[in-house]
């Protein structure tokens, strides 16, 4: 299949090397906050708000110049939970797992400043309950969602994690 205009920025900006991540999960009543990513080729990912690390600033700074460029909220870095290593070729990605609380803010579709205006892939910001992740096939899903029975499973995770990767089979 050829790839399609979002597929071939991906690549681009993101694909063929490692990148090391960050990621907050915010979670309010029975709630988390989720992104949906347009992926390229009609393909789609929710997953929470986050995104590469820029050199000299801490994993902190980081999540919170994320947070605020997807979402328009600030917030506050809590605890490290886990690590997840995404590998779906040509995409790899040490990905960095936090808990954070919001502090500010006022919550708005963003956009990631590394992609052109007509390659955003941003689609959609909401506060999602565990049972509409749970309705959504796992290919439309971040594979940290894959086996989760409740948003408190999320935040218990530590360690290293590499849930079905199976781009080398």
Aim: proline share 3%.
């Amino acid at each position: 299949m050829p790839k399609d205009k979002i597929s071939k920025e991906i690549e681009a900006k993101f694909g063929n090397h490692l990148r090391s991540r960050v990621n907050g999960i915010l979670i309010e009543g029975k709630k988390i906050l989720m992104i949906k990513h347009l992926m390229g080729n009609g393909q789609i990912m929710w997953s929470v708000p986050g995104g590469g690390m820029h050199f000299g600033q801490n994993a902190a700074e980081n999540l919170k110049r994320e947070f605020s460029e997807e979402t328009g909220l600030d917030i506050e870095v809590k605890a490290y939970l886990f690590i997840h290593e995404y590998l779906a070729a040509p995409l790899h990605a040490m990905e960095h797992f936090f808990r954070v609380e919001k502090i500010g803010g006022n919550l708005t579709l963003g956009t990631d400043p590394e992609l052109y205006s007509d390659s955003q892939i941003i689609e959609e910001v909401k506060w999602m309950s565990i049972n509409e992740i749970r309705s959504l096939p796992n290919e439309a899903l971040h594979q940290i969602f894959w086996g989760i029975k409740s948003l408190e499973d999320l935040v218990l995770l530590r360690g290293y994690f590499n849930f079905e990767n199976n781009s080398l089979k």
